[in-house]
């Protein structure tokens, strides 16, 4: 790609006209990233039709309808204690049907009724809601009639996060698209056709262009996996290539059976395995290229920890790669005490880390003394040198790009990597998603977990349920309640974390509130309060940032509302949470009232198994147009177009171009670039 073209995709969205920092780092929580390149990665989820007609009869409650109406009267809401009637305004169509708009949020009330006169038309877009009369809750639009054109006949639907909107979505849109022609004037024909491919998708007219049969998304689809099965082809290449090869590295010291001694427990058939066959790799010339998957609580940490003290046998280095801070912090307190019984120097290392505390930690790895370095993308900062890291370990490795684990691999000279994930992959498709690493399987659970008990509830039992908690909670028990938003917002009926923090203090002393919008110490610090057994907070109100990364093995109970609204992977992640003690651990799957059939379905199948690789078949199985909520995202890799189920063919036809490389080279590297699938190619 051209310089010109390659700076337009790495622009930060801040600059976009209406972003700015704030909104640019909300982008980032959503997208991964906070460029213009990523943001058109992260196409539409559906379409919205707000086509004008001329009355709702004939309209099904639940579906977006757009209509002329007279505004006839406004009546604002009451307060009865903590509580709020909504703001009513009452209105009707050209064939004299009365339709009503409600809002409940007072906050921006008198923008609302200003934009709706009494005795004046406007044209109201918005979802009809089921019931006795004709009600739409906060619309999406309202406009003059001479302004109709405002309102999108075809309005793209983008999956969102805290704080963007779809005028957001639209506005960043209308800004990209309109400089992004004169970016690709005279670049390949490939490059041409990739954006043009983009833009149909950004620029749905239905939901059949969002559709996996789709050519645009065919398109997308076949080059994005071309780009992950070259870099597949790369490394395979490159792994087995004379240059690369490595001396047989031999046994300094004699470490193995002090682990074994030191660990607490007794590893299971799996995890010996795995160590096994581990061991088999690291005694050969060929780096290591090996995942560990696992289902969450079946001992890979402990696993990893086998590979690092085989590695300081060597007398090598290991560095231990996590995603958040958290969770390379709860690493880092589980490992150092066993590193400690062995004699092995263990350190931590972080963002957050400076001055002199970071330059000691520095020192130390420089002069060989740290044998296991736990911590986050600061392992590879520019100022991080090794004096002999011989294993990289990737913990979470689907939330890392190829780019950036080899920046950590190059490091060393030729290291063995050990990749380890907690969202297990169908057999079926392991070799076409992890086609240049040796797979290994941990498939049993540590002696002593039994197996959580999963139960589905309504909304409209919630406060039986909060009654029932109350008893546990007094006997001992901690419980994570997990909820899919930060804030009310207008336009959902999905809870917000917020609301439910106030909501449950009034029936427990003890409740804490972490989300993704908070400082990252001040979370870290509620978190870990949670995970005192001392500590007064026994109820965790959260979102999903308690995902990956959190360990309390009291915490014996999970709530999650509108379940309905996650995924398999993601559901049976946040279960993960619970069951990591010797005691009984219990998961309740709360729905809402507009739970659709696919919806129920998902939850039966959480209800039904535990077993991460059941879920994962059945989640490959279910998975349709727009399922996971409209994300294309499984957790086993983050493809933005391909459809697991719908492309299995076009795996086969890009595994065989990257093999035979019939796409000119120049081209696949773009590629490359594009999806974060670039690898070091060696000398």
């Keep these: 790609m051209k310089k010109d073209l390659f700076d337009f995709l790495n622009t930060d969205l801040q600059f976009i006209r209406g972003v700015g920092p704030v909104l640019a780092a909300r982008f980032n929580d959503l997208l991964g990233g906070r460029r213009i390149l990523d943001f058109l990665l992260h196409i539409p989820a559906y379409v919205k039709n707000r086509g004008i007609t001329e009355s709702v009869s004939g ?35 050209k064939a004299g049907q009365t339709v009503i708009i409600q809002f409940f949020n007072s906050n921006f009330l008198d923008y609302w009724l200003k934009k709706l006169p009494v005795g004046e038309w406007r044209i109201v877009s918005g979802k009809l809601e089921s019931g006795n009369q004709h009600v739409i809750n906060h619309p ?157 609580g079946c001992g890979k940490t402990m696993v990893a920890f086998g590979a690092t003290v085989m590695m300081a046998e060597f007398g090598g280095q290991t560095a231990l790669l996590a995603p958040t801070d958290t969770l390379a912090g709860q690493h880092f307190a589980k490992l150092k005490p066993l590193c400690d019984k062995l004699g092995l120097v263990c350190d931590i290392l972080t963002g957050r880390d400076k001055g002199v505390a970071r330059r000691e930690k520095l020192v130390s790895l420089r002069s060989e003394r740290t044998r296991l370095v736990v911590g986050t993308h600061a392992l590879f900062s520019e100022d991080v040198e090794y004096k002999d890291l011989g294993l990289v370990i990737v913990d979470e ?45 941990i498939n049993e659970k540590p002696a002593g977990r039994l197996p959580i008990k999963t139960t589905k509830l309504p909304m409209a039992r919630l406060s039986d349920l909060i009654a029932r908690l109350r008893v546990q909670v007094a006997t001992g028990a901690k419980v994570f309640w997990v909820c899919p938003l930060v804030q009310d917002s207008e336009g959902t009926d999905m ?64 709530v999650i509302e509108n379940a309905e609204r996650f995924g398999l992977a993601a559901l049976h992640q946040l279960r993960g949470r619970v069951g990591r003690g010797d005691r009984q651990s219990f998961c309740v799957l709360v729905f809402g009232n507009n739970v659709s059939p696919d919806g129920l379905k998902r939850l039966d199948v959480l209800v039904e198994t535990d077993d991460g690789f059941v879920i994962a078949e059945q989640d490959l199985m279910m998975r349709g147009v727009g399922e996971l909520l409209g994300s294309r995202q499984s957790g086993w890799i983050n493809y933005h177009f391909v459809d697991y189920r719908a492309h299995r063919d076009l795996f086969k036809l890009a595994s065989r171009a990257a093999i035979d490389m019939v796409v000119p080279e120049s081209w696949v590297m773009d590629l490359m670039y594009i999806f974060d699938r670039s690898v070091n190619l060696g000398a």
Excluded: W
């Design 59 to 93: 309209v099904n409650p639940g579906e977006v309808v757009t209509v002329m109406l007279l505004v006839k009267s406004h009546k604002p809401g009451r307060s009865f204690g903590r509580r709020r009637s909504p703001t009513r305004v009452t209105c009707v169509d």
């Design 140 to 296: 999406d639009f309202i406009e003059e009639p001479q302004n109709a054109d405002k309102i999108p006949q075809f309005q793209a639907i983008y999956r969102s996060g805290e704080g963007i909107t779809q005028k957001t979505f639209a506005n960043v849109r209308a800004q990209v698209f309109e400089k992004l022609p004169e970016k690709i004037i005279g670049e390949d024909e490939h490059i041409v056709e990739f954006f043009e491919a983009i833009k149909s998708a950004h620029f749905p007219q239905s939901d059949d262009d969002l559709s996996a049969g789709a050519d645009a998304i065919i398109k997308l689809a076949y080059f994005e996996l071309l780009a992950h099965q070259t870099a597949i082809a790369i490394s395979r290449r490159t792994r087995n290539d004379e240059r690369h090869r490595r001396n047989m590295r031999t046994k300094k010291y004699d470490l193995m059976e002090k682990f074994y001694a030191a660990l607490p427990f007794a590893l299971t058939t799996a995890q010996q395995r795995t160590i096994d066959e581990i061991k088999s790799d690291m005694s050969k010339s060929v780096p290591m290229m090996r995942l560990v998957q696992g289902d969450v």
């Design 397 to 441: 490795q689907h939330r890392f790009g190829v780019s950036q684990r080899e920046a950590l691999r190059a490091k060393g000279n030729n290291p063995d990597v050990l990749a380890l994930s907690a969202t297990p992959i169908p057999r079926t498709l392991s070799m076409t998603v992890y086609g240049d690493m040796d797979i290994s399987i």
């Design 495 to 558: 809870t917000a974390a917020e609301s439910r923090y106030e909501d449950l203090k009034k029936f427990f002393s003890g409740v804490g509130l972490v989300h993704g919008q908070m400082p990252k110490a001040e979370r870290d610090a509620v978190m870990a309060k949670f995970a005192d057994e001392k500590s007064d907070i026994k109820v965790l109100v959260a979102t999903t940032v308690i995902e990956v990364g959190i360990d309390v093995p009291d915490a014996t109970i999970i």
